[in-house]
């Protein structure tokens, strides 16, 4: 695709369910950031893979959170046991490097919302 | 740790208007980077603009500029000639040299009214 494609755009789920967001990063991107932005804040950083590892999973809040990228393209966000915190947009982002090199481009995110 | 600061959480102006949105962060780093995002109600982030912390010269991207001030740890963005397509949450952001996560502040609605 054109860009980074996150999907689903939206998902409602139950507290205490288990949900998995999956990021399609741009064709060759190496680089692959997860964000969290909550109801009027910024994005936080969550996790960022470079190839197939997690270089840097720093801002991930809990053991509740868990990213995989097995193949170096796709990655997914897997939460078990949510909470009603964790209601929240999803953003996830990939660059050819790392973002000093080339620009970071994002796409449009997942709406999670936990009732 | 590095925090960035956007004291205006709305702001609008009319259209064709110039507009500065302002921008204040903390850091004892002395190589960073400084972006200026846009967020429309799509929610994609898009790259505004960038400065690097060593160049002393003000980036410009058409209509979008900043004034860095690197003493001050200020880095404001003024938009010129402001268009309804402007209409977005624009976040101010931090990345220290050498890492792989930005730092964002909490944003400012702008609206452009016709």
């Known amino acids: 695709g054109a860009g980074v494609s996150q999907t689903p755009s939206n998902k409602v789920t139950e507290k205490g369910k288990y949900v998995e967001l999956r990021c399609d990063p741009i064709?060759?991107?190496?680089?692959l950031y997860w964000y969290r932005q909550s109801l009027g804040q910024g994005p936080e950083f969550l996790i960022y893979?470079?190839?197939?590892?997690?270089?840097?999973d720093s801002g991930l809040p809990n053991d509740r959170f868990f990213a995989v990228r097995p193949e170096g393209s796709v990655s997914t966000l897997k939460i078990q046991r949510t909470e009603r915190g964790d209601s929240a947009v999803y953003l996830c982002a990939s660059s050819l490097y790392h973002p000093m090199n080339t620009e970071a481009f994002f796409g449009q995110g997942t709406r999670l919302t936990v009732v | 740790a590095q925090t960035v600061t956007q004291s205006q959480p709305e702001m609008s102006v009319q259209e064709a208007e110039t507009v500065t949105l302002s921008c204040t962060y903390d850091t004892s780093e002395n190589n960073y980077y400084l972006f200026w995002y846009k967020q429309p109600p799509s929610r994609q982030m898009i790259l505004v603009i960038r400065?690097?912390?060593?160049?002393?010269q003000n980036a410009t991207e058409n209509r979008f500029s900043v004034n860095f001030q690197k003493a001050a740890k200020s880095f404001s963005l003024k938009i010129s000639d402001s268009q309804l397509g402007d209409t977005a949450m624009y976040f101010c952001?931090?990345?220290?040299?050498?890492?792989?996560?930005?730092?964002f502040g909490k944003g400012t609605r702008l609206h452009i009214l016709p």
């Open positions: 893979f470079q190839g197939t590892g997690a270089a840097d």
């Open positions: 952001a931090f990345m220290k040299q050498g890492d792989d996560k930005i730092i």
């Open positions: 400065q690097e912390a060593y160049k002393q």
């Open positions: 064709s060759g991107h190496t680089a």
